[in-house]
């Protein structure tokens, strides 16, 4: 071999090494991260079936879309809000709104009371519709309840409780505000989250306070009169941020509970200790926030599922 | 002087006429149009980690932003806990990021404050996925273009599987949640 085949052949093969360790350094990643890089919530995701208390029967499915909200009349008959309407099911009866509810309460009478985000707009059993005056700037109404003397409205934008008298004109009573004194300690209210229930017995309100984990009771004037929390991932606690989303109160005083970030439904007794689960979080998609629940006359358990478009609904397993 | 070099000194002159005029074309059409970088488009971004492994620099240029008014100043904030955390403060088995870049401050009961510590940051979106499932969202990835160097073909670009990798302008170099979302909405 001549020496410029034999300088040819040199050349060729360093080329060739520099190109194969240039498409290796190319291709070369850092490791993959470890196992402290993981996160994985898979093993709250499973409850243990003798926790289930309830069963699920087959779903209410609305015409409209983009659900937020659930109520249910005296008389049984459920009402969802949703893209720019009240819908009642199972009928689908639909009310034209001018925009979609954020929170929706009927009282004794069917008067309907409409949270739109920043006022609330009541159409009574006629039809005729009163828009009420918006709270303020910030206003974010996340839930109604009314009795036959008041109308609560929960306003997370403000943290603050607007207590309208149905019997007197007049401005609302502001509850919510800091007043140690009194043991009031304020709404925590990291994210658009904040429900209220009247209770069935005694006339007096529950709120969530998601920020401890808390729920509390109020007497109408405000004033506090007891309250649980329970924070934790496990079942028997409240997870996350700002939890439970969303509440119900069954016949017999117990809560319902609906939880945002791992998404499940449980039932707690009164002094807040878990009385069984009524769906679990594998029952839901992963991103699911905003499940409303609400409870008809006979126990059964509705469950807004905005990812789905449904309602809902579990008895419970006799 | 000859006919025939007249000739090619006629078209030697349109050439260079030409390649002068064509490259001042080009090179006010590129001054015109604007500089482009990498960017990560915080909705489409699934947290899926290959930001830490797949950046030509080590440690990556994409780190954690924290949107303040979006953020809820929780106790128990999904981005700064483990989800099996035992306890409520800065213990380090306690704390979700793997090398300790968040830093808890009190500020009044019962809210804290939270901030990236960007050494420590290497953008694997740990935080980001634990504040987008249980808080408000307000933690997410954006490339820093102090430290990028605006690869032509950008390495995690290649490897991202929701295609959250944009090319924006320079001039508006960073695609801030603070911007896109109010807290309430």
Same mark, same amino acid.
């Given at each position: ?8 052949i040199?050349?060729?093969a360093i ?8 498409a290796?350094?190319g291709n ?11 996160y ?5 995701r499973?409850?243990?079936p003798?926790l ?9 499915v609305?015409?409209i ?6 109520a ?10 949703g ?5 009642t099911l199972?009928d ?13 309460a009927?009282?004794?009478d ?5 949270g ?10 006629d039809g ?9 700037e910030?206003?974010y !109404?996340?839930s109604?309840a009314a ?19 149905k019997?007197k004109?007049?401005?609302p ?6 007043d ?7 709404f925590y209210?990291p994210?658009?989250?904040?429900d ?33 929390e329970?924070?934790?991932?496990t ?5 996350? %941020? %700002? ?20 998404p ?5 007794n009164?002094?807040?200790? !878990?009385r %069984?689960?009524?769906?679990?979080p ?14 008809g ?17 579990f008895?419970e397993i006799? | 002087?000859?006919?025939?070099e007249?000739?090619?000194?006629r ?5 260079a ?5 064509? =490259?001042?074309a080009l ?8 500089? #482009?970088?990498?960017?990560?488009d915080?909705?489409?971004c699934s947290?899926? =980690? ?12 994409v780190?954690?932003f ?11 904030? =999904?981005g700064?806990l483990?989800?099996?955390a ?10 979700l ?13 019962p ?8 050494? #420590?940051?290497?953008?694997c979106? *740990?935080?980001?996925e634990?504040c987008?499932?249980?808080g408000n ?5 954006q490339?820093?273009h102090d #430290?990028c160097v ?5 390495? *995690? ?8 990798f944009k090319? *924006?302008p ?6 801030l ?5 109010k807290?309430? =909405?």
């Amino acid at each position: 071999m001549t020496a410029v085949g034999k300088n040819w052949i040199w050349f060729v093969a360093i080329m060739a090494l520099v190109l194969a360790l240039g498409a290796y350094l190319g291709n070369s990643r850092r490791a993959d991260l470890g196992k402290s890089f993981d996160y994985s919530l898979d093993e709250y995701r499973v409850v243990d079936p003798a926790l289930m208390g309830y069963a699920e029967e087959e779903p209410l499915v609305p015409s409209i879309t983009n659900i937020t909200s659930l109520a249910i009349a005296e008389d049984g008959t459920i009402h969802v809000g949703g893209e720019n309407a009240v819908q009642t099911l199972p009928d689908l009866h639909t009310i034209a709104l001018e925009a979609t509810p954020t929170s929706l309460a009927l009282d004794a009478d069917r008067v309907l009371f409409v949270g739109l985000r920043d006022h609330v707009l009541e159409i009574a059993k006629d039809g005729t519709r009163k828009a009420w005056d918006s709270p303020g700037e910030k206003t974010y !109404l996340s839930s109604i309840a009314a009795d036959d003397w008041y109308v609560y409205v929960a306003d997370a934008g403000n943290r603050r409780i607007w207590r309208h008298s149905k019997l007197k004109d007049g401005p609302p009573l502001e509850i919510g505000e800091k007043d140690w004194a009194n043991d009031v300690r304020g709404f925590y209210i990291p994210s658009p989250m904040f429900d209220l229930a009247i209770s069935r017995t005694d006339g007096s309100f529950w709120a969530v306070n998601p920020g401890y984990h808390a729920l509390e009771n109020y007497r109408p004037d405000g004033m506090p009169l007891s309250t649980w929390e329970a924070s934790g991932m496990t079942i028997d606690g409240f997870s996350g %941020c %700002c939890n439970p989303s969303h509440f119900a109160l069954l016949p017999d005083g117990a809560f319902v509970t609906a939880e945002k970030g791992l998404p499940r439904v449980k039932v707690h007794n009164v002094d807040g200790s !878990l009385r %069984c689960v009524v769906a679990a979080p594998n029952q839901f998609d992963d991103t699911v926030k905003g499940l409303d629940v609400a409870v008809g006359a006979d126990g059964t358990i509705f469950v807004l599922d905005p990812n789905r478009n449904q309602v809902r609904v579990f008895k419970e397993i006799q | 002087m000859k006919p025939t070099e007249n000739k090619r000194r006629r078209d030697f002159t349109r050439g260079a006429l030409a390649l002068l005029v064509g =490259g001042a074309a080009l090179s006010a059409a590129r001054s015109r149009s604007p500089k #482009l970088v990498w960017q990560i488009d915080p909705e489409q971004c699934s947290r899926c =980690g290959r930001c830490a492994t797949h950046c030509v620099l080590a440690p990556s240029a994409v780190k954690c932003f924290h949107s303040y008014s979006i953020c809820g100043y929780c106790d128990l904030c =999904g981005g700064y806990l483990r989800p099996d955390a035992k306890g409520r403060n800065t213990g380090a088995e306690n704390q979700l990021c793997p090398t300790a870049a968040i830093k808890r401050t009190f500020i009044e009961n019962p809210y804290y404050q939270y901030t990236i510590e960007e050494d #420590l940051c290497v953008g694997c979106g *740990i935080c980001v996925e634990g504040c987008s499932v249980f808080g408000n969202g307000s933690m997410y990835l954006q490339v820093k273009h102090d #430290l990028c160097v605006n690869c032509n073909e950008c390495a *995690i670009a290649r490897a991202c599987p929701s295609d959250a990798f944009k090319r *924006i302008p320079a001039s508006e170099a960073y695609l801030l949640k603070s911007d896109q979302e109010k807290r309430i =909405g």
